[in-house]
Structures are given as structure tokens and as C-alpha cells.
């Protein structure tokens, strides 16, 4: 290359590969073909998701292009640093939802256990299952 700016490392990946293209087909190419060909190959090689098989023959799947995948890898701890940050920040307000969403799933489960408990015993002592709203009618009666 002529050129006397410093190439990017993929600048110079590109220049490698249009050069081994140029050996292997020779001249049988015009330039804007090579070029076309080399930007395709690095956007299926590096960026294009890839297609994997699946246990479940013939089923495939996608998952995401070596690039993101190595994205990922790299920020990691930066997004792991990131939400511990967050949660350090934030932790009186996540505990007070947490307990909030327990307290109230706990709450249910226990009122839901009492009914089933209550009507079960009230069908079993009237003998008949249409009783038990009338069971719940005496019982309400008699507090008033």
C-alpha cells in the first residue's frame, strides 16, 4: 500500500485477505469484486450470527457473531461492576420491593391455605359441599 497513514488492525486484516484473494484467483477479478468479497467475508466471519445444530436433529440455532461473543466476555465485569454498583446504590429501595413482593406472596399463600383449610373442614362436617356457604352464612350471623 502506498499510503502513509498507520492502518487500523482490521484496515490491515482487510489489506491480508484482498491480497490472498488477488493470489488465489489471480487477476481474473476486477478490484470493487475483491472488495465486495473480502467486506463479505469479514461481515459473515466475524459479525453475522451464527447458525448452530441442536441436539434436536434437524433443529438449529442462532447465537450471536464471534464478535459479540467476545464483546460480551470483555465487558463482563464491567456490567457486573456496573449492577453491583447499582444494587449498592439502590439496595434500601430493592429490599423494601423484595420484602414487599414476599410479604405479600407469603400473605396470600397463608389466606389461600386458611380457605382451602376452613372449607374443607366445613364440607366435611355439613357432609355436602354446597354447605359450606351456608356454614359461612351461620358463622357470619352469629358474630354480628
Given amino acids: 500500500m502506498t499510503s502513509t497513514t498507520a492502518l487500523t488492525p482490521m484496515q490491515a486484516f482487510q489489506e491480508k485477505l484482498k491480497e490472498r484473494v488477488r493470489q488465489d484467483i489471480a487477476q481474473l477479478l476486477p478490484e470493487d469484486a475483491i472488495q465486495e468479497l473480502v467486506k463479505r467475508a469479514i461481515e459473515d466471519g466475524f459479525f453475522a450470527p451464527i447458525e448452530r445444530s441442536t441436539p434436536n436433529y434437524p433443529y438449529s440455532e442462532k447465537v450471536p457473531s464471534y464478535f459479540v461473543q467476545e464483546v460480551a466476555k470483555a465487558a463482563a465485569p464491567l456490567i457486573r461492576k456496573a449492577v453491583?454498583?447499582?444494587?449498592r446504590e439502590k439496595e434500601?429501595?430493592?429490599?423494601?420491593?423484595?420484602r414487599q413482593a414476599v410479604e405479600a406472596g407469603l400473605m396470600s399463600t397463608a389466606f389461600g391455605a386458611i380457605d382451602s383449610m376452613i372449607s374443607t373442614m366445613v364440607a366435611r362436617a355439613l357432609g355436602r359441599a354446597g354447605a359450606v356457604e351456608e356454614a359461612v352464612r351461620d358463622l357470619i350471623k352469629e358474630n354480628e
Fill in 84 to 87: 453491583e454498583d447499582l444494587v
Fill in 92 to 98: 434500601a429501595e430493592i429490599y423494601a420491593r423484595i
